[in-house]
């Protein structure tokens, strides 16, 4: 059974890290590509990062380029989301996703495109 499980999720200050980290069970990691996204509470879910089986990282929000580094471990079976500089605006449920492709050159910014989902971490950023 495909299980992402995500953690690492919690109330931090503004200027503030957190490093989420997306452990997968029942399948091998490598053989997917993965991406990250995030809602808000009264926001669609949008987009975060992601990252393909070659290692190879995208970024779709412009707030979180410099600030955000996806990485995965496949030896490990995880992908991590590392925060830096937290923002209030960052604020959301933080969800990994996954899907299995012989492509290695993809991944995308779509939820509608992953099929296995994990429960999500909440993430404040808050004084």
């Known amino acids: 059974q495909v299980q992402l499980v995500e953690s690492g999720g919690g109330l931090v200050q503004p200027g503030g890290s957190l490093r989420l980290s997306c452990a997968a069970s029942?399948?091998?990691?490598?053989?997917?590509?993965i991406g990250w996204f995030r809602q808000a509470p009264g926001k669609e879910r949008e987009g975060v990062s992601c990252?393909?089986?070659?290692?190879?990282?995208?970024y779709y929000l412009d707030s979180v380029k410099g600030r955000f580094t996806i990485s995965r471990d496949n030896a490990k079976n995880t992908v991590y989301l590392e925060m830096n500089s937290l923002e209030p605006e960052d604020t959301a449920v933080y969800y990994c996703?996954?899907?299995?492709?012989?492509?290695?050159?993809?991944?995308?910014?779509?939820?509608?495109?992953?099929?296995?989902w994990g429960q999500g971490t909440q993430v404040t950023v808050s004084s």
């Open positions: 996703a996954a899907l299995r492709t012989g492509n290695l050159f993809w991944c995308s910014g779509s939820g509608a495109d992953y099929p296995y």
């Open positions: 990252i393909r089986r070659t290692g190879i990282k995208l």
């Open positions: 029942g399948f091998t990691l490598d053989a997917y590509a």
